[in-house]
Nanobody, 122 residues
Framework: QVQLVESGGGLVQAGGSLRLSCAASGRTFSTYAMGWFRQAPGKEREFVAAISSISIITYYADSVKGRFTISRDNAKNTVYLQMNSLKPEDTAVYYC???????????????WGQGTQVTVSS
């Protein structure tokens, strides 16, 4: 079993920045692709970004390209989401996910964190 724990969420004004972290258990972290998703109340969970096991491939949703950056440190078993130029429409619960192969759909991922709330005020 892979366990994922997110941190770094909070309240920020529009135009500000946050960095989310996701710490993973297990010695096989470096073999997993990692993704970030988000979900606002009453809406479907949507893809944000993903990164392959050794950072060769990254994917981003069009809505966050140029503003968000996904990265990972396999020595620390941690994946990050740097969020800049935040907008009120970025407000959501953000989830970290892991799977053996990279994907851009929620059903592509077998393991999920508990989520962390990001609120962007105007």
């Amino acid at each position: 079993q892979v366990q994922l724990v997110e941190s770094g969420g909070g309240l920020v004004q529009a135009g500000g920045s946050l960095r989310l972290s996701c710490a993973a258990s297990g010695r096989t972290f470096s073999t997993y692709a990692m993704g970030w998703f988000r979900q606002a109340p009453g809406k479907e969970r949507e893809f944000v970004a993903a990164i392959s096991s050794i950072s060769i491939i990254t994917y981003y949703a069009d809505s966050v390209k140029g503003r968000f950056t996904i990265s990972r440190d396999n020595a620390k078993n941690t994946v990050y989401l740097q969020m800049n130029s935040l907008k009120p429409e970025d407000t959501a619960v953000y989830y970290c996910a892991a799977d053996r192969t990279i994907g851009r759909r929620n059903y592509d991922y077998d393991y999920w964190g508990q989520g962390t709330q990001v609120t962007v005020s105007s």
